[in-house]
């Protein structure tokens, strides 16, 4: 057995567990913390590793979509947050929260890292309250919802003649089939493509509105072979924004992407799983081209953000999808990709690989 | 001891309505109230090209950018999304074209909405004006929306140098918000909530060291697992520390100065907080023995009242200060 490809990094960390909540329209039932423990515990148990042996925990969630400040401490009871533990939060998508653990990894102040992420989306109106994020001067007096946004891209792209609307569907089509075998999944099977939301972009092109949370386990050297028996080595990871003026970008292009994927590492080897956090359909028309994904690069075999979309854990759930292919053996090299803002702003691209037998 | 009952969901409007004041740069000072007045300026970047809406600084170089242009109120739509459901708070209430503009002198695009009688109405490349609001306060809603436009060509004086100097500056905006939630508490907390409409406290029980959270959030916070035995407690219980309050809160109608205390209700692992009363306020004392007090129709205690038991020691509470 030969370790990960040389990462140039102080240390190699791989991802070691994975686990994910179905993804639901509704969770009235639940708080926060009840939404999220599962989680906490399955993640946990996969690694044998208790709460309090855990050397740093960082999570990923929005104030927004709940409507409550600080709504994320609520869940810190599901770690086991007494006596005091090395915690930190991110008020963005998850996979921003595992950046910032890997990084506190390479430091060498912990061995291990928690990251958790979760999303609730049902108290409110997502497409509203994502208007909130944008530029207070300029977009969000206007509020231009999160569809509008994506449609205009859209349109740049079949404009350029990147794609066409059959095009688009034959994206969500692909997307929602290969969830059928996803038991987490909102959306599985033919789902039909529906009306216009946004011209050009119908229902199917749209991701669903749902409640879910996801957790990842990271660990370094030879502790992630003790947790693991095929560690998902993180060989490369970095994360890259864009002008927030919308008209100031080439919506068709995600040159972020581009930039971090170089930095990865991406295109030093070819890759046979990718993992896209695409919202939208003509966002993976975007990133694959970004990303230079070949025909042979099996894309969002999970159905993607497509079929689930839990706003903050979607980006961290392609980054455990495809550490769970590689810790199956169903990959030996993957990308995963997160993103977050309007029209790809931002873009997280991670590289990771398993063990060659 | 009862084991949790299946969850009863309660849910309640919750509304989050945030007026932020937010001061302008020089830039967009000028921006906005060039907007005021009819006039369109951008910004020239550092290679040459004229951003409009203007930046501050440099999207390439991050240098800090002030030379101020005019352009022209006609532009080209250079990509756009048919919106044919409204949102509330958005441009126009009939359907109508998300649209970015490139304005005639500039090389950057401005988000806003275009008015057309349909989808079939609009293509990229199009000719489009501003529609100037009827009342301009110095904000993006000053363009009321674009519309279509028979000028095929720019203007060719601009853009033109401009001094970005108006009579009585606009230097902030107020960004009012507002979005509606439904509240839902989750399975924990509906069951202390529902409790409490019967004047009982609920409490849920660790499964692992078996202490007792009131009110219970579904989790214990030193094993991280879920509490799940709901188990009454109180009504009565200990002072455990207290400060007394001078100043007298807005919209709270309790006389200055008062006591406001954490307590421990008999079988709680830890300690609650409410207001005492019924003891003058230099009396209360830890340790002190209280009840809980409900209104008429009150949904939770009002307040808490000396039982006139005898203090408890301090090693019957001390775990719980
Ligand atoms: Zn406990």
Redesign the interface.
Known sequence: MTGPRTTGYARDVAVVAFAQSDHLRRTDELSEVEMVMPVLHEVLAATGLKAGEIGFTCSGSSDYLAGRAFSFTMTLDGVGAWPPISESHVEMDGAWALYEAWVKIQTGDADTALVYAYGKSSPGSVRDVLTRQLDPYYLAPLWPDSVALAALQAQALIDAGETDEPGLAAIAARSRADAGANPHAQLRGAVPHGDYQVRPLRTGDCPPVGDGVAAVVLAAGDLARQLCRRPAWITGIDHRIEAHGLGLRDLTDSPSTRTAAEHAGLFDAPVDTAELHAPFSSQEVVLRTALRLGDGVTINPSGGALAANPMMAAGLIRIGEAAARIHRGASDRAVAHATSGPCLQQNLVAVLEGDRA | MTAASP?E?L?AP?V?EFP?T?S?GPV?SAF?TGLREGVVLGVQASDGRV???P?EYD?VTSEEIRDLVEVATTGTV???????RP?????LDTPFA???V?LDGAD??????LDAPG?DAVR?GMRVRIRWAAERTG???DIACFEPCDATTAPQSLPAPHDGIFREAVTG?V?E?R????????????GYINALSERRTVGERCPSCHKVYVPP??????????TTDRVEVGPAGTVTTFCIVNIKAANLDIEVPYVYAHIALDGAGLALHGRIGGIPYDQVRMGLRVEPVWTEGGRYPDHYRPTGEPDAEYDAYKELI
């Open positions: 969850p969901v849910r919750l989050v932020f937010r302008l967009q906005l951003v409009v809406p930046v999207p250079t990509t756009w999304a048919w919106n044919d949102r509330p708070n958005q441009p998300w649209a970015l490139r950057t695009a401005l988000l806003h909405a989808p990229t904000a993006i809603t905006i960004a918000a979005l509606d939630y439904v509240y839902s508490p989750g399975r924990a907390q509906t959030r579904g989790a214990c916070p030193t094993c991280g697992v879920a």
